[in-house]
């Protein structure tokens, strides 16, 4: 099923004020254009229509006295600079300028019937309103038109400013909602960074919503929620922490009275001794097992510390390979530029023990330990330990799950139930370690097959 695409809500909102100002600023642009169009054309038109009709009654009272030339009455009156009249007298037109004849049909066709009459018209040269007077029943009209191109351009200039104006308010609304839109969004992604704390292990974090009320029943419900986890998972701490505790004591005398039975060992049946070994072998696994709950619970209580000490490195490394369950491993430290750093010793030899042991059981054997440092902060170094074994390698979609706890890979889910197994929390292990340190942990293809597990650290220089 193809998922739908969908903008953000800070992209939605800030459209949603973009458009609401869209709209409302061509409402506006509209009606204003449309109420100054007609309140500019009448003004016009009433205008036009007074003087050409003043100067109508001067043109047929000057007609009115005898023997007065046409031509003279035209030169009396004084057209506007966007307006031309003409006075027809017998049929014979006498036109205040050069131009054109621009009255319409219509407006000489009520003028011959004795009617005054306008209409506003479009030619060549423009828009223009024509108006018509009859001066006598002779057959003597007046004739006068008003230009309205500047009208129409001082129109055009007014929309372009409404749509400048229109623009500008999208604009505007567009900047407000993005803005709107950031105090909106903060006290979401407050509550994402606090569950993004909680989900790192910083259990008490909180929201503080006290000065927005109606954010106060999310905070309130999200704090609720955050201190139920936390003491959930506390008491789930305790809880394994004190069982593993507890189970320390039985282990011991477990442990010898095991050691008593094997120094007598050879005083017992075959059948004994079957049982014996399926006895040691079980009690050394349930003895890892409780050891590292115990360490599992104090990384879970927030009780784990680091504790820095100046190390050799390379020779540290040499006596933790030795003493782990396949010794002889290659140690290769040529790569390192600072031998001496700053490590929490325990930790870097539970890291490399459980990653060669790991790699003993699973792996088919370590086959190289290998250490390097590269640049970091000031006065700190990233230590890289990596191990390399000689089994199958880990599928590209387990190379993640392994290290989570009791998840064991397909190369261990595969094994037979004989042997020594894993108690499904070394490698889980191995990254909390890594995560105290600084650093992290994951797995790349070993060249020429195999496994390779990287630990990065961060390593002080002394």
Do not use: C
């Not at 007014?158 to 400048?164: F, I, T």
């Not at 909106?184 to 910083?202: F, T």
């Not at 009690?283 to 050799?312: K, M, P, T, W, Y």
């Amino acid at each position: 099923m193809r998922r739908r695409w969908r903008l953000g809500l800070r992209t939605r909102t800030t459209a949603a004020f973009a458009l609401s100002g869209l709209l409302l600023s061509l409402a506006l642009s509209v009606l204003t254009y449309q109420l100054a169009r007609q309140s500019f054309t009448r003004q016009r038109r009433e205008a036009a229509v007074s003087r050409a009709l003043q100067r109508a009654r001067s043109a047929q009272a000057s007609l009115q006295v005898l023997g007065v030339d046409p031509v003279d009455v035209v030169d009396q009156l004084k057209p506007g600079a966007n307006e031309s009249f003409v006075i027809e007298v017998d049929g014979t037109p006498f036109a205040s300028g050069p131009e054109d004849d621009r009255v319409p049909k219509g407006v000489r066709r009520l003028v011959g019937q004795g009617q005054a009459a306008r209409q506003l018209f479009r030619d060549k040269k423009g828009p223009g309103l024509a108006m018509g007077f009859p001066l006598s029943r002779d057959g003597k009209a007046y004739y006068e038109v008003a230009s309205l191109a500047e009208l129409e351009r001082s129109l055009r200039d007014l929309g372009r400013v409404l749509a400048l104006a229109a623009t500008a308010t999208t604009v505007a609304g567009a900047v407000l909602g993005r803005i709107s839109s950031r105090g909106v969004m903060r006290p979401l992604r407050q509550a994402a960074a606090a569950a993004s704390e909680i989900a790192s292990g910083r259990l008490d974090t909180r929201i503080d919503a006290a000065r927005d009320p109606d954010l106060a029943p999310l905070a309130t419900s999200f704090n609720d929620m955050a201190a139920s986890l936390q003491r959930r998972i506390e008491r789930e701490a305790r809880f394994a922490s004190d069982v593993s505790h507890e189970l320390r004591t039985p282990l011991t005398s477990l442990a010898a009275a095991t050691q008593i039975l094997q120094s007598r060992r050879e005083e017992m049946s075959e059948r004994s001794q079957t049982a014996l070994d399926v006895l040691v072998n079980q009690s050394g696994h349930f003895q890892r097992l409780v050891l590292d709950l115990l360490e599992i619970s104090r990384f879970d209580a927030g009780a784990a510390e680091l504790h820095r000490e100046n190390q050799d490195i390379v020779e540290l490394v040499d006596q933790i390979v030795a003493a782990s369950s396949t010794p002889g491993v290659p140690v290769d430290g040529h790569a390192l530029t600072h031998r001496v750093l700053g490590v929490d010793k325990r930790r870097l030899e539970r890291i490399i023990t459980n990653l060669v042991q790991n790699a003993h059981l699973y792996g088919g054997g370590a086959v190289r330990v290998g250490l390097e440092d590269l640049p970091g902060p000031s006065g700190v170094r990233r230590l890289h330990v990596v191990v390399d074994d000689s089994g199958p390698g880990i599928p590209i979609d387990e190379r993640q799950t392994v290290f989570e706890r009791f998840t064991r890979g397909t190369a261990n889910s595969g094994r037979s139930g004989a042997g020594p197994k894993g108690t499904g929390l070394g490698l889980s292990l191995v990254a909390e370690h890594a995560r105290l340190h600084g650093g992290s942990v994951h797995i790349e293809d070993r060249p020429g097959g195999g496994a390779r597990f990287v630990v990065e650290l961060e390593a002080v220089i002394p």
